[in-house]
């Protein structure tokens, strides 16, 4: 994707939609900001390094707030760069390189509902050494969906203990900042999933909503991409 995602952001990506009887070509953020507001958002953040200046452009007149990393140090520094927008507040946290089909309302019913500091939105894989990970304990169904208690995570294990990965797409509250502040990883990157265990081993919180029937459309790379136009030109 490299000779593309060079100049226009993953998050101008182009994907498919259905609209007054046709197909339509939209933004992937398009489909992730309708999606995050079906949920009850109201107030957006965008993250931007390099593309600023296209994202700005593109979403001008929404109101959505823009705050800089100049200096790309992993995803879980991008989110401690929304502390100050998020505030007290719970926040959903979402990649800009995909949309789910479903499980925002279920996630925001599920923290309205728990009050927990986390809602992870989880998927079964085939290759858990790939994914940020999550350990669950017990079980629950909440709105046609099981529900687990997170015992624990951890990103790309060599030796992994579930098969349940964690979508980028999140609910937080406002201790995950703490946990993002001890969170450096050997790469020196701040990595959210460490974050999210030290909010574990703090006592937090944390429960995950297995998606069975919703699907990641991924524009991150091509062979996701080319599945996600396939499934959204028939399906969205």
């Known amino acids: ?39 009850g958002v109201s ?10 200046s296209l994202l700005m452009d593109y979403v001008s007149d929404r109101g959505v707030t823009f705050v800089f990393q100049n200096e790309p140090r992993g995803f879980g520094d991008a989110v401690a760069r929304g502390g100050d927008f998020a505030g007290s507040e719970p926040v959903f946290v979402h990649a800009d390189d995909g949309v789910l089909t479903g499980g925002y309302v ?47 995570v951890e990103e790309k294990p060599n030796a992994p203990k579930s098969d349940m990965m964690i979508s980028a797409v999140y609910i937080f509250s406002k ?10 990883g050997r790469t020196g990157e701040i990595e959210l999933t460490t974050g999210i265990q030290n909010l574990i081993k703090g006592g937090g919180k944390v429960y995950g909503l297995l998606l069975e029937k919703e699907k990641w459309l991924n524009v991150g790379d091509t062979e996701s991409y080319y599945r996600a136009l396939n499934y959204s030109y028939d399906n969205l």
């Open 106 to 152: 279920e996630a925001a019913s599920l923290f309205d509902e728990k009050r927990p500091d986390a809602v992870l939105l989880l998927r079964k894989t085939d290759n858990p050494k790939r994914y940020g990970i999550a350990v669950v304990g017990n079980d629950e169904k909440f709105m046609d969906h099981r529900v687990f208690e997170i015992k624990g």
């Open 43 to 52: 107030k957006f953040c965008f993250v931007v390094g390099k593309h600023k």
């Open 175 to 184: 201790r995950i900042f703490n946990g993002i502040n001890d969170a450096e």
């Open 1 to 39: 994707m490299r000779r593309v995602t060079t100049v226009v952001p993953k998050a101008l990506l182009p994907l498919f939609k259905k609209e007054n009887g046709g197909r339509i070509v939209v933004p992937i953020a398009d489909l992730i900001m309708e999606s995050l507001m079906l949920a």
